[in-house]
């Protein structure tokens, strides 16, 4: 995500804080501190409460950043996720790259309409709203190569769960989708 919204001129940065070791604490001292117009969450549904009492700790900071969460969870349960959220203000469905790039024009520079952009799952007047579907990407590897300057530290500060790697310095990447 980051490096496709580098590509198309905004200015990301990652905070990997399950590498960094970061309390709730950190991350959000981290938040205060950078001042972000929108924070962007991924996770798996075995981490979801955990997304949502971030994404309510970041909405107590300042009520005016715009949460989304992509990633396994929200794609299965789109409205689900949104509902039991209500600090999350946007769901990425599936594959982000485009949509986070159309998501933060809309946001950033108000280009666009909520409505058309295709992935998302998104409140509007206190209801919440799927758009269309997005088409898979054919061709991955027209995506650009991950950001990884971005990730402070990477790959030495990085730790992978205990079960997916046998030495460190260790990372895991995803090759393929579907």
């Not at 604490?25 to 075995?46: E, L, N, R, Y």
């Not at 970041?58 to 969460?69: A, F, G, L, W």
């Not at 509007?124 to 054919?138: D, N, Q, T, W």
Request: proline content about 6%.
């Amino acid at each position: 995500m980051a490096a496709k919204l580098k590509a198309s001129g905004f200015r990301p940065a990652i905070l990997e804080s399950g590498a960094l070791r970061m309390s709730l604490q950190g991350i959000s001292d981290f938040v205060k501190a950078s001042k972000p117009k929108i924070v962007g969450i991924t996770s798996p549904t075995i981490l979801a409460a955990s997304a949502s009492q971030l994404a309510s700790r970041i909405k107590d900071i300042d009520r005016n950043i715009r949460i989304v969460i992509g990633g396994a969870h929200v794609t299965a349960l789109p409205e689900e996720t949104l509902t039991r959220c209500s600090s999350i203000d946007f769901g990425v469905i599936g594959e982000g790259e485009n949509t986070i790039v159309e998501l933060a024009r809309y946001l950033i520079h108000s280009e666009g309409d909520i409505e058309k952009i295709r992935g998302l799952v998104y409140r509007k007047g206190g209801r919440i709203y799927c758009s269309e579907s997005r088409p898979l990407i054919e061709d991955i590897d027209t995506l650009a190569i991950p950001a990884w300057e971005l990730i402070p530290n990477f790959p030495a500060a990085y730790r992978p769960a205990a079960y997916s790697y046998c030495l460190l310095p260790s990372a895991n990447l995803i090759s393929s989708r579907g």
